[in-house]
């Protein structure tokens, strides 16, 4: 298998952050430049059907691209550690948790940087109104996760799962547009500094 993979960007990061986590090792990793645009290349395209990153090529030829269709594949293929549920209600309680992560955190969050970082301009048709107004909203949906993570010292389990992984995969990146949560929400910001101390996320910048 194959992951077409770019450095800086969050949704690659997710699949780095989640096959590090499950000791993946025998997937070539092969690099795609956002900035050079690579990934609008006919032969790119072909493959993956969208100017998406990252994307998973099996060993049959078959591409997918969507990083939570990509770690549910890999979950299934090395199912240890299990990072998506071990049983149909530990998994519908993740299943909910990484959805508003990264309906409520995650894409505002990659919305502010988008749209108010100078770099990607050659990305996005920049609109710094959108992107401020994205950065409001995930700082506002964050409330919800320090009353959670009041109660529980992962978003969704008794342990690390994808729910994490996508939530700080966005805030992480956020940090290019000089983004941190604010400092009340000290629960948020005590699982942030513990997500920082994983050797995945040493290894997955």
């Known amino acids: 298998m194959k992951i077409y993979d770019t450095q800086r960007a969050p949704n690659p990061r997710r699949v780095r952050l989640f096959m590090i986590e499950k000791g993946i090792e025998d997937v070539e990793i092969v690099p795609v430049s956002l900035l050079e645009g690579a990934h609008k290349q006919p032969d790119y395209l072909q493959k993956a059907g969208l100017a998406n990153v990252p994307m998973l090529e099996m060993d ?3 591409c997918i691209t969507e990083s939570l269709a990509i770690c549910r594949y890999l979950e299934s293929v090395y199912p ?3 990072l998506m549920g071990r049983d149909p209600k530990e998994t519908a309680i993740i299943e909910m ?12 969050l990659m919305m502010a940087v988008r749209h108010t970082h100078p770099a990607l301009g050659v990305l996005e048709k920049q609109n ?6 994205n950065a409001e909203s995930g700082t506002r949906a964050l409330k919800l996760f320090d009353r959670r993570l009041a109660e529980s ?4 389990a008794d342990r690390l ?9 966005s805030i992480d990146f956020a940090r290019m547009i000089k983004f941190r ?6 629960h948020v910001n005590r699982w942030l500094e513990a997500m920082k101390g994983r050797e995945s996320v040493k290894i997955a910048l």
Not at 97 to 108: C, G, K, L
Not at 128 to 133: N, S, V
Not at 153 to 156: L, P, S, T, V
């Open 80 to 82: 240890e550690p299990n």
């Open 97 to 108: 948790w990484t959805r508003r992560a990264e309906m409520m955190v995650a894409t505002p």
């Open 153 to 156: 010292e992962w978003i969704a």
């Open 60 to 62: 049959d030829g078959t």
């Open 128 to 133: 710094p109104a959108i992107g401020e107004a």
């Open 181 to 186: 949560p604010p400092e009340e929400l000290t």
């Open 161 to 169: 799962t994808i729910a994490d992984i996508v939530a700080f995969a």
